[in-house]
C-alpha cells in the first residue's frame, strides 16, 4: 500500500526541517521539503500530492497564493496553514480553500490531527459514529436545494460545511450540536458540526455569522453533499460568508 505524499513549505530552513523531520518520524507520510512556493506548485504540476503544509508568509508566491491556484484542480491537495502572524483568520484560510491553519510556534500533534480525516474519502470521513436524532438545536430551511445554497446567501455551503448568518441561528465558537436544514426539493442534510469561528458583528462587509465544519452526516445525506460538491466543485472548505448590501 503506498504512503500519501506530503510536501511541507517553508522558507525558514530550520522550521522546514525541524517539523519535516517530525512529522516523517510520526507518520507513514511520504514527507517531501520544499523552499518555496513556487518550487512546490512546479512539483505539484509534474506528480501526484496528496498533502501540503505550507507557511503563509513567504518571499514571492505565499501560503494564501497557493491555496488559491490549487483550488481549481481536479486532483488538488489538502492544504494546512501555517503562521506565527494574526493577518489571516481561519475564517479566510478556509473560505481560500485550506482545511484549517495551525499557529507557531508549531505542535506536530496539531497538524496531524487536521490532516486525519481527509486521509479518509468523504463518505468515511463522515459516517455518523453516535444516533442523529433528535435533529438538535439548529433546524433551518435552505432554499430551493444544496446546488442553489453552495452560491451566496444566509446559508451558503462549501465542501465539507457551512456559513450561516445570524438571522437565521446564533451559534457560539468551538460549540458543538446536530442540524437538520430542509429544501424545496424535497431533500434534506443532517447530521452533527462544530462551530469553528464566529462573526458577531459585521466586518470586511461580511454579515455576522458562523462557519460550520459538518462532523458526521446521515447515509442520504453524505450521497447528496458528495454527489453536490462533485458536480459543482466549490472552492471554499467553509464560505466566509454572505456580503452586506
Given at each position: ?48 500530492v496528496d498533502f501540503v503544509l505550507s507557511d503563509i508568509r513567504m518571499p514571492g508566491i505565499d501560503g494564501i497564493e497557493i491555496v488559491e491556484q490549487l483550488a481549481g484542480r481536479h486532483d488538488r491537495p489538502e492544504v494546512l496553514l501555517m503562521s506565527g502572524w494574526a493577518d489571516v483568520t481561519l475564517a479566510e484560510a478556509l473560505d481560500r480553500g485550506a482545511i ?146
Amino acid at each position: 500500500m503506498s504512503h500519501s505524499t506530503l510536501i511541507v513549505i517553508d522558507d525558514d530552513t530550520d522550521v522546514l526541517e525541524l517539523v519535516s523531520r517530525e512529522i516523517a518520524l510520526k507518520t507513514d507520510f511520504n514527507v517531501l521539503k520544499m523552499p518555496s512556493g513556487r518550487a512546490a506548485l512546479d512539483y505539484i504540476e509534474a506528480n501526484k500530492v496528496d498533502f501540503v503544509l505550507s507557511d503563509i508568509r513567504m518571499p514571492g508566491i505565499d501560503g494564501i497564493e497557493i491555496v488559491e491556484q490549487l483550488a481549481g484542480r481536479h486532483d488538488r491537495p489538502e492544504v494546512l496553514l501555517m503562521s506565527g502572524w494574526a493577518d489571516v483568520t481561519l475564517a479566510e484560510a478556509l473560505d481560500r480553500g485550506a482545511i484549517g491553519m495551525v499557529p507557531k510556534p508549531l505542535r506536530v500533534r496539531d497538524i496531524i490531527d487536521a490532516f486525519l480525516p481527509y486521509q479518509l474519502k468523504p463518505a468515511e470521513r463522515w459516517q455518523s459514529q453516535e444516533p442523529l436524532t433528535p435533529p438538535g438545536k439548529l433546524q433551518l430551511h435552505g432554499g430551493k436545494s444544496l446546488e442553489e445554497s453552495m452560491a451566496q446567501g444566509p446559508l451558503q455551503f462549501g465542501r465539507s460545511g457551512f456559513f450561516v448568518a445570524n438571522t437565521l441561528a446564533q451559534l457560539s465558537e468551538e460549540e458543538h450540536f446536530a442540524f437538520k436544514i430542509r429544501f424545496d426539493d424535497a431533500t434534506s442534510i443532517r447530521g452533527r458540526g462544530r462551530a469553528v469561528w464566529s462573526r458577531q458583528r459585521p466586518l470586511h462587509g461580511f454579515l455576522p455569522g458562523a462557519g460550520v465544519l459538518i462532523k458526521s452526516l446521515d447515509e442520504p445525506s453524505i450521497d447528496l453533499l458528495v454527489e453536490t460538491v462533485s458536480k459543482n466543485r466549490p472552492r471554499s472548505v467553509v464560505p466566509v460568508g454572505q456580503t452586506i448590501g
